[in-house]
């Protein structure tokens, strides 16, 4: 069995590990690069691999950094089945058709902006359309986690709960004798809403992800009340809460804990607006799925009846023209909008008309990759710039990494220490100084361990 890794390989964004076993060539996810623009374009428009030569895709779970580049993939001949969980696979549908919209709109932007400038208009293309994204859905066979299935006659996988987001797996895949695990983004216990991340009975050698490989997350239960302390605090300044995040689990997980800090009369009842479509259709996708809820959202929600994600002064905004009278509005009210990076959708808007206001929070609650604007904001400079204008960061800006939805130091480790026979690891998805971190804790833990961190077109044998 030989892996080549090829994305999200000395990096976080860009998964792309491809695996030759039984005379096949399996591809491990297909995301996309994310961060400063023009680079991640560049990445992003040359696939590292001849997409005709690949022979089959099996995708850990449905973020764009692990599955937004399979319509560049079909686009470029790949004819094969993508497997995937039942969940991941309602989830897709959405997600890709927002990443072709959003290339669309990109090339027309920056085409418009030549024009403008009357430079030479050479034309810019999306790295793929609305039709690719069609094409790919099409593409994609669902699998239930814990039922091991045949890709190939002598080459089977097995999807493993990742407790990451809904959907989300690890990938025991098995041939010429030999198992290879592969953690996809691995999750944590005690997660709200989803259930805790499964073992992986055993593998020769695991591909792990090490987001957090370096360092301990603040406690789950204490993002609550953190949560609501700054709603608090912000809602007595008459400030709006502005809250960028991943439109898929980490905004349902904030519905989720407002719901509760209502309930438990710990916020004022001030409004709060869910501003993207998308997060809005994956809400949906989550209510359809409440049979992979764990305990403590059934027991308080779903067996009384009651919907997590939905309470009376919510509201979902459905035009552009809604969510442009938000600017005007007086606060204090509470907006959860999307891209959770700030990279593209409506939170830019929100960001440019709050971040000149002190009486503004902009709470962060998920990663942000180096370059991004979310970045910026962690790294609280003075001024960004949005649309090409610069604006100066007045807001408060609170960081909350309690809500990340990949496991941190401890949580990588249990799940390697679990795997019998474990020969080889190799860390892939994390920034160099959390690779370190997490390969020196992996050698103090088990000195048998060959332990490597591969470079992007390096190629190991298992
Ligand atoms: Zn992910």
Same mark, same amino acid.
């Not at 299935?149 to 999807?159: N, T």
């Not at 009975?201 to 997350?217: L, N």
């Not at 309930?263 to 869910?274: D, G, S």
């Given at each position: ?7 999200? %390989? ?25 961060? #400063? ?13 001849? +997409? ?21 993939? @079909? ?23 927002? $990443? +072709? ?13 030549? #024009? ?12 793929? *359309? ?33 407790? &990451? =987001? ?9 041939? /010429? ?7 996809? /983004? ?16 055993? $593998? /020769? ?17 204490? @993002? ?5 302390? *700054?709603? #608090? ?13 991943? %439109? ?10 407002? &719901? ?22 994956? @809400? ?5 799925? %409440? ?25 979902? *905004? ?10 005007? #509005? ?7 909008? $999307? ?32 370059? *991004? ?19 100066? =960061? ?69």
């Amino acid at each position: 069995m030989k892996i080549h890794f090829h994305g999200a %390989a000395g990096g976080v964004t860009g998964s792309k590990h491809l695996i030759e076993v039984g005379g096949k060539k399996i591809l491990l996810d297909c995301g996309m690069y994310q961060g #400063r623009r023009k680079e991640s374009d560049q990445l992003n428009r040359h696939l590292p691999f001849n +997409a005709k030569e690949i022979d089959a895709v099996i995708l850990s779970h449905a973020h764009i950094d692990h599955s937004g580049l399979l319509p560049m993939l @079909t686009k470029n001949g790949y004819v094969g089945k993508i497997y995937c969980t039942p969940a991941t696979k309602d989830i897709m549908e959405p997600m890709m058709l927002d $990443a +072709a919209h959003i290339q669309e709109a990109d090339a027309e932007y920056f085409m418009r902006k030549k #024009r403008l400038r009357k430079n030479a208009i050479t034309p810019i293309e999306p790295l793929f *359309t609305t039709e690719d994204a069609e094409i790919t859905l099409k593409m994609l066979v669902s699998k239930k986690r814990g039922e091991k299935f045949e890709v190939f006659p002598g080459i089977s996988a097995l999807f493993i709960n990742a407790g &990451h =987001v809904l959907g989300s797996a690890q990938v025991l895949l098995e041939g /010429d004798g030999k198992q290879l695990a592969f953690t996809g /983004d691995y999750g944590r216990k005690n997660r709200k809403i989803i259930r805790d991340p499964d073992p992986i009975p055993s $593998a /020769d050698a695991i591909i792990t992800e090490s987001t957090y490989g370096g360092r301990i997350h603040e406690k789950m239960e204490e @993002t609550r009340e953190k949560l609501g302390e *700054t709603i #608090r605090d912000t809602a007595a300044k008459g400030g709006k809460i502005i809250i960028p995040s991943f %439109a898929l689990e980490r905004s349902q997980e904030i519905l989720y804990d407002l &719901h509760i800090l209502f309930n438990e009369k710990k916020i004022p009842e001030i409004p709060v607006f869910v501003d993207s479509p998308l997060t809005t259709k994956f @809400t949906r996708i989550f209510e359809k799925n %409440a049979d992979v809820f764990d305990d403590h959202t059934r027991e308080y929600f779903t067996d009384n009846g009651k919907n997590p994600f939905s309470f009376s002064h919510l509201k979902h *905004t459905k035009s552009v023209d809604e969510s442009k009278q938000l600017n005007f #509005r007086p606060g204090p009210f509470i907006v959860i909008s $999307a891209s959770g990076m700030c990279e593209a959708g409506r939170i830019r808007h929100h960001l440019r008309n709050t971040l000149p206001d002190p009486k503004n929070t902009i709470l962060i609650v998920g990663y942000q990759a180096k370059h *991004t604007l979310g970045r910026k904001l962690v790294e609280r400079r003075k001024m960004v710039k949005i649309f090409d204008q610069m604006y100066p =960061v007045r807001a408060t800006v609170q960081v909350m990494n309690g809500y990340s939805g990949h496991g941190d130091q401890n949580d990588l480790l249990e799940n390697i220490t679990g795997i019998k026979d474990l020969k080889k690891i190799f860390i892939v998805h994390g920034e160099p100084d959390q690779q370190k971190l997490f390969s020196e804790k992996l050698a103090k833990k088990n000195q048998d361990w060959e332990i490597e961190i591969p470079l992007p077109g390096q190629t190991f044998e298992v």
